[in-house]
């Protein structure tokens, strides 16, 4: 076994077993065991586990991602302190400068790949494990924790007369023309969930100081280009692996419309159609960085109810004395 494939290992064991537990559930809930749609809700109960696992993570990039809008406007004073510093000394100087604003405020640029990088040794596993089903079969050997038994169990099976193994570029058996239309359906449906995903995320939930600094126009480019790789790369993919992919794009695209509606950004049009849904309800105002109600604005409304509602006492007036 190669580096790569030793790395790995412990990764499809982990992607195999939960399918496993899935197909064993839905089997002794009377699903067939062979069928393709038994081993379709295992995949997507797969997607579910992993997603939910990733929720704390998520909740991190987004109070991370908050921090790095707040430090929006020191990023640029410290930008235009070093304009026109083209020697190593300032560019040393002001990248520790900057990472010693990264650490003082708890945030990094870096924080927003944290859930796709998590994921991707999954992704990979997964795909390993689903294109290396026939060659297994084949050799009488188990796949991860999948016994051969299993393994000839997937390989048969199919939903709409193509095959999970399957691809669009190598085949794989069942009805050719289905493979085709539903990888291909399945490639778009990938594709435009994560397009309309990054989308939102740039037309609602990004500040004003955001959409005018050179990251966004790097943003612009991944909005089109992480698309475009996936599409291409979606012929290589299993069908089994097409609906992981899509399953976890639909989770995120829904996931970003939860946070966009109630945690937005700092400064975005989705934080100011908030602000005014929660002011016409009478609510108070939430934090920028826990989404919470923000107990400072509290406290000092409070004070300002309680000054404004104290009964002042009558101070009795020195009688002279006689």
């Given at each position: 076994m190669?580096?790569?494939?030793?790395?790995?290992?412990?990764?499809?064991?982990?992607?195999?077993?939960?399918?496993?537990?899935?197909?064993?559930?839905?089997?002794?809930?009377?699903?067939?065991?062979?069928?393709?749609?038994t081993?379709?809700?295992?995949?997507?109960?797969?997607?579910?586990?992993?997603?939910?696992a990733?929720?704390?993570?998520?909740?991190?990039?987004?109070?991370?991602?908050?921090?790095?809008?707040?430090?929006?406007p020191?990023?640029k004073?410290?930008?235009?302190?070093y304009?026109?510093?083209?020697?190593?000394?300032?560019?040393?100087a002001?990248?520790?400068?900057?990472?010693?604003?990264?650490?003082?405020?708890?945030?990094?640029p870096?924080?927003a790949?944290?859930?796709?990088?998590i994921?991707?040794?999954?992704?990979?596993?997964?795909?390993?494990?689903l294109?290396?089903?026939?060659?297994?079969?084949?050799?009488?050997?188990?796949?991860?924790?999948?016994?051969?038994?299993?393994?000839?169990?997937?390989?048969?099976?199919?939903?709409f007369?193509?095959?999970?193994?399957?691809s669009?570029?190598?085949?794989?058996?069942g009805?050719?023309?289905?493979?085709?239309?539903l990888?291909?359906?399945?490639?778009?449906?990938?594709?435009?969930?994560?397009?309309?995903?990054?989308?939102?995320?740039?037309?609602?939930?990004m500040?004003?100081?955001?959409?005018?600094?050179?990251?966004?126009?790097?943003?612009?480019?991944m909005?089109?280009?992480?698309?475009?790789?996936?599409?291409?790369?979606?012929?290589?993919?299993?069908?089994?692996?097409?609906?992981?992919?899509?399953?976890?794009?639909?989770?995120?695209?829904?996931?970003?419309?939860?946070?966009?509606?109630?945690?937005?950004?700092?400064?975005?049009?989705?934080?100011?159609?908030?602000?005014?849904?929660?002011?016409?309800?009478?609510?108070p105002?939430?934090?920028?960085?826990?989404?919470k109600?923000?107990?400072?604005?509290?406290?000092?409304?409070?004070?300002?109810?309680?000054?404004?509602?104290?009964?002042?006492?009558?101070?009795?007036?020195?009688?002279?004395?006689?």
């Amino acid at each position: 076994m190669d580096f790569f494939g030793t790395i790995m290992a412990p990764f499809k064991w982990l992607v195999s077993i939960i399918m496993i537990g899935f197909h064993d559930g839905l089997s002794a809930i009377g699903m067939p065991a062979a069928n393709g749609w038994t081993w379709t809700l295992s995949i997507i109960g797969l997607v579910l586990v992993i997603r939910a696992a990733l929720i704390p993570v998520f909740v991190k990039q987004i109070k991370a991602q908050r921090g790095m809008q707040l430090l929006q406007p020191d990023l640029k004073k410290l930008q235009d302190k070093y304009k026109g510093k083209t020697d190593q000394l300032s560019r040393q100087a002001m990248a520790q400068e900057q990472m010693a604003m990264y650490k003082k405020h708890g945030t990094n640029p870096f924080s927003a790949c944290l859930p796709m990088l998590i994921q991707m040794p999954f992704f990979f596993a997964l795909f390993q494990v689903l294109s290396g089903i026939t060659a297994a079969r084949q050799t009488g050997v188990g796949i991860g924790a999948m016994s051969h038994e299993q393994v000839v169990q997937f390989d048969e099976s199919s939903i709409f007369g193509a095959p999970l193994s399957a691809s669009l570029l190598h085949g794989g058996g069942g009805d050719q023309v289905v493979v085709w239309v539903l990888s291909i359906v399945m490639i778009l449906a990938m594709t435009a969930s994560q397009f309309i995903t990054q989308k939102q995320i740039m037309a609602k939930n990004m500040s004003e100081e955001a959409m005018a600094s050179p990251f966004m126009r790097q943003q612009k480019m991944m909005l089109y280009i992480l698309p475009l790789v996936f599409g291409v790369g979606g012929i290589n993919f299993p069908i089994g692996v097409l609906i992981y992919w899509t399953t976890t794009n639909l989770w995120t695209m829904g996931q970003q419309f939860f946070v966009i509606r109630r945690m937005p950004t700092p400064g975005s049009p989705a934080a100011k159609a908030l602000a005014e849904r929660r002011a016409a309800k009478g609510l108070p105002a939430l934090s920028v960085l826990t989404g919470k109600r923000d107990e400072a604005v509290d406290a000092a409304g409070s004070s300002a109810v309680e000054i404004k509602g104290q009964r002042v006492q009558p101070q009795r007036k020195n009688r002279k004395k006689k």
